[in-house]
């Protein structure tokens, strides 16, 4: 079967990128955002899109910075996970994204392709889940507008139709301040999709916070867990085993592992990172 063709759009600007996306709706087109079109490429082979036009958004300068900028670390959403992991910003965002896909693809995928990837992983995720201070720098009709995160995350980023991520940014004293681990648990390779993958924080005042991916169909945190997790009046491996049966979604059960499996890696490897975290103070 021979994919549909693409029409490819690279604006300069984030007034032209948004513009181009209405005036492509308008012509009856169906347009989509491009990053390291990795995943969008797949599915236009696959005839899987709904869209057909793409709008490449690696020429606009916003969506490149990288930096500390003032009180905030800033990452433009067209940064490929390879330059996040070579600068080095947040040692808590290298970590987790160095264990996304092998380092050729790496070297493809964005950050902001990653975040609104269709597939349920988006670990890049995690360690913005366990901030408290992450916000999105977002294009729409209005212009550029600050969102925080915890606002517009609903199992997903909802982001207006036709608005874009131009970048994400944390508070730099938070970050650094964040004692972390992130850990990625595969069913047989070392480069897989995770049977689960977890990000976990102690911050300053000695709680916990911890995020998942591959768990369910969509990364989350949970302040149920966070909670039991925080209680260090109990043993590691018992704050590990509460906060496993009070999750707020059932395990899925796929092709990486069974629901059983995964509840039980889930809760030795939260164990053991409760312990290296709690060892580092
Ligand atoms: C071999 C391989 C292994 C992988 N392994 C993993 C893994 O282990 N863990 C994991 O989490 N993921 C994994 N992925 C998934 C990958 O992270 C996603 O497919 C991601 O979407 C690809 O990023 P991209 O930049 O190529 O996205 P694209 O294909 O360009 O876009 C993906 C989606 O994001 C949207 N988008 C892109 N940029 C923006 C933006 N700035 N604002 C709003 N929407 C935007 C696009 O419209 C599209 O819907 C893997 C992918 C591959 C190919």
């Known amino acids: 079967m021979m994919p549909n063709p693409l029409h490819y759009y690279r604006p300069d600007t984030i007034t032209e990128a948004r513009d181009l996306f209405e005036q492509l709706q308008r012509a009856n087109q169906r347009p989509t955002y491009y990053g390291g079109g990795t995943e969008i490429l797949t599915r236009s082979r696959l005839n899987d899109g709904d869209f057909d036009a793409v709008i490449d958004l690696k020429g606009i300068p916003e969506l490149h910075v990288h930096e500390q900028d003032g009180s905030r670390l800033r990452f433009g959403s067209v940064l490929r996970l390879t330059e996040l992991a070579d600068r080095d910003l947040w040692p808590f965002l290298t970590a987790t994204v160095d264990r996304i896909a092998d380092h050729t693809t790496r070297g493809q995928i964005t950050l902001g392709g990653n975040l ?37 995350f609903d199992e997903e980023l909802r982001l207006d139709p036709g608005d874009f991520l131009i970048s994400v940014t944390v508070d730099g004293q938070e970050a650094k301040a964040l004692a972390f681990k992130s850990f990625k648990m595969t069913r047989q390779d070392w480069i897989d999709y995770p049977l ?7 911050r300053e005042d000695g709680s916990i916070r911890a995020a998942f991916s591959g768990w369910s169909s969509f990364p989350f945190t949970s302040s149920r867990v966070n909670k039991i997790l925080s209680n260090t009046q109990k043993p ?16 899925v059960d796929d092709i990486h592992g069974s629901s059983e499996y995964r509840q039980f890696v889930t809760q030795y490897t939260l164990a053991r990172m409760l312990k290296e975290l709690e060892a580092q103070s």
């Open 196 to 202: 689960v993958t977890i990000g976990t924080a102690r």
């Open 116 to 152: 609104f990837s269709t597939l349920p992983y988006k670990e890049a995720l995690l360690p913005f889940l366990v901030s408290d201070s992450a916000d999105l720098t977002v294009a729409t009709p209005d212009g550029v507008k600050q969102r925080r995160l915890a606002d517009v």
């Open 236 to 251: 590691p491996e018992e704050r590990a085993r509460e906060a496993v049966a009070a999750m707020p979604f059932h395990a």
